[in-house]
């Protein structure tokens, strides 16, 4: 089996003396979609801001490509390849899409510490930006302000950020919220193709997109992870239809 | 130098403090429960000196001189809050300073068209005068007393309407979630606005009491203003029990600064240098002692929220 | 391909108000009214200053409420480098004064350089009102410095006796002084265009939008930002050696948190993080305050009334009222 790309192990966060993630750990190997549900307030969240550095953790390791995490911020993490979509979309609102995504462009090419060279006629960030807005379906929103964009657009403008980005894993944080039936299936069969250039940990409420997409389940209830396992594993698994579906067994 | 001499510092340094303790309390509870920074909490304490000096001279009473600084302090700021204040509580701070900023021009000019360019001067009532003895000091002057007492009642005061009345309840709740307050039925405006008058009313307070020991003038309010954010920076904005910690501590750092600093220097330099090198640092302490607090805990020392 | 009109109604705006600035005192002195040539200087000063601070304040969104002490810094780099060449006494180490005005600038933009590093470094750990206190307690910290410090004037400020020399330039001549000005003006103007246009430019607006978006895509906003801060501050302290020498003069109060204050009003009575936003801003703002002064002794009260409505009422300043919303690409 593949080294995982990411690995987790033992990782805490209290707030007060409720524990958001209760020694969590999990792997995402390559070219795998492995997507974390949960009821509310499982925790889930929490774990993407540990593992993306915007939460600092109480206890436990990250290893990312076989590099421990530790003391590394947010940016440092991303510049690692590690790329992110958030649950509530954060966006650059003044910016138009495709500013949006030339921001990640240029932060890929290295220093952003250039001060004369106008990005606006630089094709060597507008293009490679306008390409990943085109493989996400924005273009034609390309000069509109983030702002401006719908729900489901800006989902969809994060995921361009992050493929921007070249990410080497990516965590999304329900990319289907807000989306309407259409917006889901085509997202759903969008990071299908996705997978292939890198491995994706997929928090997600949808569960149609949960079971088409996802190589492995993991089921965090009360920051404990209570399974991992495949799609048929963790339907059939008893522990997760008691704590999960609310079955009593 | 003697030990008196010392101690005497040391009170003064404690007089200051809780002058600007009774600023830092209104401008934190003002950040806290409002989330609204007030450049014009200066021009409230000049509000009450002037209104303390103006109805002394006229009724011969600094008491009622007192009474009618509060009421005109808490009258000038409920009626800010009403016409102008209440607007910025959904703006961001860069408003908020400049809308505030723009109100410190106003209320300066407007006293010194009330009042003229020249100074009011205040007596310390005859009750306060003198000086009493204080075992270890020799004499410390009544008056400046008082202020530390004043200071300590308020301070108390403060605690047992935050923690134990209706009102505070309602502050504490408004300090944590705004719209489950109102979704209480509780009335936020009228809260807000009692808060900021209670804020004014101690602003007005302290400069009703200071205009005894200075000159009442126009621009008397800065300063104090400057000083009560470094408090309430060091202490943690939106703490009152930072403010009370931060307000001693910059009280009493630079009074000390100021009378031991050029002492210090003057061990190593010849006496002339030592005093300039000693009071130029010496007007800088706070400010460095700021720094290196916020340096290390960029909230403060109390930080109210996580 | 985005929709590309060739010339924006704001860039007309900017176009028509960079020629009156210049237009004002040419016609002036054809007329021999000097005072009115200075007045216009006052405005290409107190603009360069602003344009300095709109690289932190409106691009980068950071509320520095300290900027006077760069302004002051500059001041005192013109005062007390000239005084020391008027006075033939050497400075520290043997190094002699100057009155050249390139050499000024350029030991003002290293001073104020110097100084705005670590001020930046220990303020941009915090952020919202802290931000806004610490630097202006790092300002009053320098301010009560020059206050209490009495080598070079302490509370009553220094004089320039005369006007520091610019190489084939009479500048003791008020309108080839403003026209000096006006050069540096355009300059930072054009320096600041090109920043704001460019990757650093980006990033640095990206953070004032959004500081987390920016830290995803991996780019630390602290570093953006302090390049900022002192590139801000260095264009401030230029403005600040200037206003020294227009005025023959440089005392704390160009340190004062009330000059902090007025940088702020200027870029906001003209519009946040636009172009030209600090020139309208200062033109507007030298105006009403010689207007209103011609009117009533008691003209602060009126400029605290119109600066409070601007607030509440008309958010994007002058250039919101003439040249329509911003736009980003």
């Known amino acids: ?249 | 130098m003697s030990i008196a001499l010392l101690i005497e510092q040391l009170l003064n340094g404690l007089q200051l403090g809780v002058m600007l303790f009774l600023m830092a309390a209104g401008l934190t509870l003002i950040f806290g429960v409002m989330g609204l920074i007030n450049l014009a909490h200066g021009s409230l304490y000049m509000v009450g000196a002037f209104a303390c000096a103006a109805v002394a001279a006229a009724t011969g009473s600094f008491w009622i001189g007192l009474v009618a600084s509060l009421i005109a302090s808490a009258a000038a700021g409920a009626i800010t809050e009403i016409v102008v204040i209440r607007r910025l509580y959904d703006r961001d701070h860069l408003d908020q300073v400049l809308a505030t900023f723009a109100l410190i021009l106003m209320f300066s000019e407007g006293m010194r068209w009330l009042f003229g360019s020249f100074p009011l001067y205040l007596d310390i009532p005859p009750l306060l005068q003198g000086a009493v003895p204080l075992p270890g000091v020799g004499q410390y002057q009544l008056y400046r007393l008082a202020i530390i007492g004043v200071g300590i009642v308020v301070a108390i005061g403060l605690y047992f309407l935050i923690a134990r009345t209706r009102l505070g309840m309602r502050i504490r709740a408004g300090e944590s979630d705004r719209e489950m307050i109102g979704a209480l039925g509780v009335d936020i405006r009228t809260l807000y606005t009692v808060v900021f008058a209670l804020g004014a009313a101690l602003a007005g307070l302290a400069g009703a009491m200071v205009g005894a020991l200075q000159s009442v003038q126009v621009g008397m309010g800065e300063p104090v203003l400057i000083l009560a954010f470094v408090v309430i920076v060091i202490g943690g904005i939106g703490s009152i029990k930072g403010a009370l910690f931060g307000a001693i501590l910059v009280g009493v750092v630079d009074t000390m600064g100021r009378f031991l600093l050029p002492k210090i220097f003057a061990l190593v330099l010849p006496a002339a240098q030592a005093g300039l090198i000693g009071a130029a640092l010496a007007s800088m302490l706070i400010y460095i002692v700021m720094a290196f607090i916020l340096a290390f805990r960029p909230s403060g020392l109390f930080a109210a929220q996580s | 391909m985005p929709p590309k009109p060739r010339l924006s109604r704001e860039t007309v705006v900017n176009i028509l108000l960079a020629l009156m600035l210049l237009a004002f005192p040419l016609g002036a002195s054809a007329m021999g009214e000097t005072f009115y040539i200075t007045l216009a200087t006052r405005i290409v000063v107190l603009a360069l200053a602003a344009v300095g601070l709109n690289i932190a304040l409106g691009l980068g969104g950071l509320v520095s409420f300290g900027h006077a002490a760069f302004f002051g810094l500059g001041g005192y780099v013109a005062g007390i480098l000239s005084t020391h060449a008027f006075n033939a006494e050497p400075l520290l180490f043997g190094i002699e004064g100057t009155t050249s005005m390139p050499v000024i600038w350029l030991v003002a933009v290293m001073i104020c350089g110097i100084i705005a590093l670590p001020i930046g470094a220990i303020s941009l750990r915090t952020t919202g009102v802290y931000f806004i206190m610490i630097t202006l307690a790092f300002a009053q910290m320098i301010y009560f410095f020059a206050v209490s410090w009495p080598a070079y004037g302490g509370e009553d400020g220094l004089s320039i006796y005369v006007r520091n020399e610019f190489p084939g330039v009479n500048t003791a001549q008020p309108l080839s002084f403003f026209l000096i000005c006006y050069v540096l003006l355009m300059l930072a103007l054009g320096l600041f265009w090109l920043l704001r246009g460019a990757r650093f430019g980006a990033a640095l607006e990206a953070g004032r939008q959004n500081a987390t978006r920016l830290a995803a895509v991996g780019i630390a906003p602290f570093n953006i930002r302090l390049v900022a801060f002192v590139v801000s501050a260095m264009m401030t302290g230029i403005a600040g050696a200037l206003f020294a020498d227009l005025n023959k003069f440089v005392s704390p109060s160009m340190l004062s948190w009330h000059m902090s204050g007025e940088l702020i009003v200027l870029i906001i009575l003209g519009g946040k993080a636009r172009l030209f936003g600090p020139v309208a801003g200062a033109m507007l703002y030298v105006l009403i305050e010689y207007a209103l002064g011609g009117i009533t002794e008691h003209w602060q009260f009126f400029l605290g009334l119109i600066l409070l409505c601007v607030v509440l009422f008309a958010r994007g300043g002058l250039l919101g009222l003439l040249a329509g919303k911003a736009r980003h690409g």
Do not use: C, W
């Not at chain 1, 290295?110 to 493989?135: I, Q």
């Open chain 1, 1 to 249: 089996m593949a080294e995982p790309v990411l690995e987790i192990r033992e990782l805490r966060k209290n707030f007060g003396a409720l524990a958001a993630t209760d020694g969590v750990s999990l792997d995402l190997r390559p070219g795998e979609i492995h997507a974390l549900i949960g009821p509310n307030g499982a925790g889930k969240s929490t774990l993407i801001h540990q593992i993306s550095g915007s939460i600092r953790s109480d206890s436990g390791t990250i290893r990312f490509l076989g590099q421990d995490m530790a003391g590394l911020d947010m940016a440092a993490r991303a510049r690692l390849g590690l790329g992110r979509s958030f649950q509530i979309s954060s966006l650059a609102p003044e910016f138009s899409s495709l500013r949006n995504v030339m921001l990640a462009v240029q932060a890929k090419q290295g220093s952003s510490l250039r001060f004369f060279r106008p990005v606006m006629g630089d094709r060597s960030l507008t293009d490679p930006a306008m390409a990943m807005l085109e493989r996400v379906g924005l273009a034609e929103r390309a000069h509109l302000p983030a702002a401006e964009l719908s729900h489901g657009e800006r989902r969809q403008l994060e995921i361009a950020i992050a493929l921007a980005l070249g990410s080497k894993a990516f965590l999304f944080d329900e990319p289907m919220a807000g989306m309407g039936p259409e917006g889901s299936k085509s997202l759903t069969t969008f990071l299908d193709g996705l997978r292939h250039e890198a491995p994706i940990l997929l928090v997600e409420h949808d569960m149609d997109a949960v079971f088409a997409l996802a190589d492995r389940i993991s089921v965090l209830v009360y920051g404990r992870v209570i399974a991992t396992g495949t799609v048929d594993e963790i339907r059939n698994d008893p522990e997760v239809r008691r704590a999960y579906l609310g079955e009593t067994a």
